[in-house]
């Protein structure tokens, strides 16, 4: 059986179809996905930390936190320490 690829066309049909969204939205979708997936260790963490400081979150959980969730995401080979993603936040 052989692989096909999909178009980007219909690939925002098939989103389109399944989770009954307009083009726009499975447009949106896909870049907020590709966006979110893209980037690096360092905007990541950075990005992280901003959201869970917005939410009242404070720093000693914060840098728990991402650490934990380090682990289950595409970075997981990074085993940071706190005072590395100290580091990565503040320099």
């Known amino acids: ?5 999909l ?11 399944s ?7 499975a447009q949106r979708m896909t870049e907020e996905f590709l966006s979110f997936w893209s980037q690096d260790l360092e905007s990541w963490v950075a990005n ?3 959201q869970l400081q917005t939410d009242g979150w404070r720093n ?3 840098y728990s936190q991402i650490k934990t969730e380090l682990s289950k995401r595409r970075f997981s080979e990074e085993n940071l ?3 590395q993603i100290r ?5």
Do not use: A, K, P, V
């Not at 059986?1 to 690829?5: D, K, Q």
């Not at 580091?87 to 320099?91: K, N, Q, T, V």
């Open 48 to 50: 992280r930390h901003l």
């Open 87 to 91: 580091r990565l936040i503040y320099g």
């Open 7 to 17: 178009s980007q066309e219909q690939f925002l049909e098939h989103l389109c179809s």
């Open 1 to 5: 059986m052989g692989t096909s690829l």
């Open 81 to 83: 320490s706190e005072r």
């Open 60 to 62: 000693s959980e914060i």
């Open 19 to 25: 989770f009954e969204l307009n083009r726009d939205q």
